[in-house]
């Protein structure tokens, strides 16, 4: 059985870091695609940043570029989103998620329960 767990969200100041963690299990994970994705209260969820384990190549939302960077450890299962320069807007609950890649579809097939990030002023 597949799971992701996350970890590493929290309260922090803005302009502060935080590292998320996403360890998966219940297979190896190396030709597969993680993401994260989050959402904010009364929003949709939106994509943060994904990355392909098979080597390592991340891609970003817009807001999340020169702030955020997200990295695999194929060994691990593991992915890690550093967020730097948090800003209030950043606030929501973080999920990570995975899925097959190439796949014919962008859907992710596995999710985690979510890690609460709050930004304060």
């Known amino acids: 059985q597949v799971q992701l767990a996350e970890s590493g969200g929290g309260l922090v100041q803005a302009g502060g870091s935080l590292r998320l963690s996403c360890a998966g299990s219940?297979?190896?994970?190396?030709?597969?695609?993680f993401g994260w994705f989050r959402q904010a209260p009364g929003k949709d969820r939106e994509f943060v940043a994904s990355?392909?384990?098979?080597?390592?190549?991340?891609t970003y939302a817009g807001f999340a570029k020169g702030r955020f960077t997200l990295s695999g450890d194929r060994a691990q299962n593991t992915v890690y989103l550093q967020m730097s320069s948090l800003k209030p807007e950043d606030t929501a609950i973080y999920y990570c998620?995975?899925?097959?890649?190439?796949?014919?579809?962008?859907?992710?097939?596995?999710w985690g329960q979510g890690t609460q990030v709050t930004v304060s002023s």
């Open positions: 998620a995975a899925r097959p890649f190439p796949a014919s579809t962008t859907t992710y097939d596995y």
């Open positions: 219940g297979r190896t994970f190396s030709n597969y695609r």
């Open positions: 990355v392909r384990m098979i080597d390592n190549t991340p």
